[in-house]
C-alpha cells in the first residue's frame, strides 16, 4: 500500500518561499500521477498542482500559475512543490495525493480520481 507523507510547511512573510516535499513509500511511485491539494477550514479542498506519472506533464490552478511549481525525482520517490511570492490567501493545509489509474502524461486538478492522500502540512503566510 502506498504511504505519503508531506513535509515542509511552515510560517512564511508574504513574498517568501517554501518547498513542500511528499515522499512516497510503499510500491514505486513511478506509476502515480501526483496532485498538490490545498483546504482552508469550512471550504472545500481545491486543487492546486498537479505532475503525470513521467513528471512530462503539469497542471496549475490560476491562483498559483507562475508562482508555483511542481515536480518530481522517481529517484528519491518524492514530488516537490516550490511556492514562491507567497501571498496570505495562500494560507490553508497542504495536502498531497496520488492517482494510480490515470494516463500516462496526464494528471487532474479535480480530487475526484486520487485515492491515496497525506495527512498533510501547514503553511500560513503572515507579516
Known amino acids: 500500500q502506498l504511504q505519503l507523507v508531506e513535509s515542509g510547511g511552515g510560517l512564511v512573510q508574504p513574498g517568501g518561499s517554501l518547498r513542500l516535499s511528499c515522499a512516497a513509500s510503499?510500491?514505486?511511485?513511478?506509476?502515480?500521477?501526483i496532485g498538490w491539494f490545498r483546504q482552508a477550514p469550512g471550504k472545500e479542498r481545491e486543487g492546486v498542482s498537479c505532475?503525470?506519472?513521467?513528471?512530462?506533464?503539469?497542471n496549475y490552478a490560476a491562483s498559483v500559475k507562475g508562482r508555483f511549481t511542481i515536480s518530481r525525482d522517481n529517484a528519491k520517490n518524492t514530488v516537490y512543490l516550490q511556492m514562491n511570492s507567497l501571498k496570505p490567501e495562500d494560507t490553508d493545509y497542504y495536502y498531497c495525493?496520488?492517482?494510480?489509474?490515470?494516463?500516462?502524461?496526464?494528471?487532474?486538478?479535480?480530487?475526484?480520481?486520487?485515492?491515496?492522500w497525506g495527512q498533510g502540512t501547514q503553511v500560513t503566510v503572515s507579516s
Open positions: 495525493a496520488a492517482d494510480w489509474h490515470s494516463s500516462p502524461g496526464v494528471c487532474t486538478l479535480a480530487k475526484g480520481p486520487y485515492e491515496i
Open positions: 510503499g510500491p514505486t511511485q513511478d506509476y502515480y500521477a
Open positions: 505532475i503525470s506519472n513521467s513528471g512530462g506533464s503539469t
